[in-house]
């Protein structure tokens, strides 16, 4: 008989996430903590509601001191870490015509400088302990383009080959690397252009063979999928949880 890997987490597995407030981040934490993990979130704003146990440090995931300011908070109370998202990122939807250079440098601060950051603060302590699994929030803007979305798409198309980047160079030394790629997902960042009028959700959904927008829960369910030993061999991977919108070539 072949061995069954299971697809539960280790107990006590210490988790970090950025941008873990609210939405995507949030839904990884709260399906981490469910299973028993400890939780550690980073992210500028309070987060609501948070359960007793949790470490909540507040900080900017683009300042190094910051980032390092978290790590340092789980090192004191539970010696490491065991799996980070860098997860925390925002859209902007301009014409890049217009595009003021200090707006490109802030989504470059953010949604990548950020996510170098957490998997660098990660990386130290994963690599001195030989085991870890780092990941990172892509989007299906890391593998298409899409007008008005150049600092998105370009941010987003990094932090996936710094997944792969990563998972080269630390595969050796127990640490897995890999990339979440979700589709437009039920959270603020989209229903708020929803509201404005800036994005159109019939035209979403309308792309995605499913026919919706992803639910945070599901973006979660892939991430505790990789921390498990079932998914001991996925390494340097960008996995979309998109409803099926980048398999669509057709009108
Ligand atoms: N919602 C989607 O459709 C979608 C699709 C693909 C990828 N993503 C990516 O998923 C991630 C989470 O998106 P979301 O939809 O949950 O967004 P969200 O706006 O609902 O939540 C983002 C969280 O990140 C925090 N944050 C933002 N900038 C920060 C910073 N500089 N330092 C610390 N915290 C910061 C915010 O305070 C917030 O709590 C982002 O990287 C986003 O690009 C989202």
Known sequence: MTAVLSPLLPGGTRVLVTGGARGIGRAVADAFAAQGARICILDRDAV???????????????????????????????????????????????PTID?????????????????????QAAGRRMLRDGAGLILFTSSLYGTVG????????????????????????????GVRV?????????????????????????????????????RPEEVAALACFLASPAASAITGAVLAVDAGWNANGGP
């Not at 004191?76 to 799996?83: I, K, P, S």
């Not at 989504?107 to 996510?115: H, M, P, S």
């Open 48 to 94: 609501p509601d948070a359960p007793a146990g949790w470490l909540c440090v507040a900080g900017n995931v683009a300042e190094e001191a910051e980032v390092e300011a978290a790590f340092a908070a789980m090192d004191a109370a539970w010696g490491g870490v065991d799996v980070a998202l860098a997860n925390a990122g925002f859209a902007m939807n301009t």
């Open 99 to 119: 595009l003021p250079v200090a707006a490109w440098r802030r989504i470059v601060d953010v949604n990548l400088t950020g996510a170098f950051l957490t998997a």
């Open 146 to 173: 899409g007008a008005d979305r150049a600092g998105y798409c370009a941010t987003k198309a990094a932090v996936a080959n710094l997944a792969r980047a990563l998972a080269c160079e630390w595969g050796l030394r």
């Open 178 to 214: 890999n990339a979440l790629a979700p589709g437009y997902t039920e959270t603020a960042m989209v229903t708020d252009l929803v509201a404005q009028g800036r994005l159109d959700r019939d035209r979403l959904t309308a792309r995605a063979p499913l026919r919706r927008l992803v």
